[in-house]
């Protein structure tokens, strides 16, 4: 354990000082349930996204909208 993790741990314990024996007893609970669950990596978390978009819109409007809110400005640059 690094320095870090070690100050984080110390810092949160100081927090559960101040709670009920039953809430630190569901904080415990809570705790053992995030360790049980599958961790997800990111790459699983980036394609689960695929498809989060969704619109009434064909790909063609979307596109046609995409485009004609594009604004450019012409600056001549001088050196």
């Not at 569901?26 to 990596?41: G, P, Q, V």
């Amino acid at each position: 354990m690094n320095y870090t993790d070690k100050h984080i741990i110390e810092t949160y314990s100081g927090l559960f000082e101040g709670l009920s024996s039953l809430s630190k007893i569901e904080l415990i609970e809570s705790l053992s349930k995030s360790l049980k669950t599958a961790k997800t990596t990111k790459e699983s978390k980036f394609y689960k996204s695929f498809g989060a978009f969704s619109s009434a819109k064909s790909p063609e409007a979307i596109i046609k909208d995409i485009k004609s809110s594009r604004k450019f400005s012409n600056k001549e640059i001088k050196f």
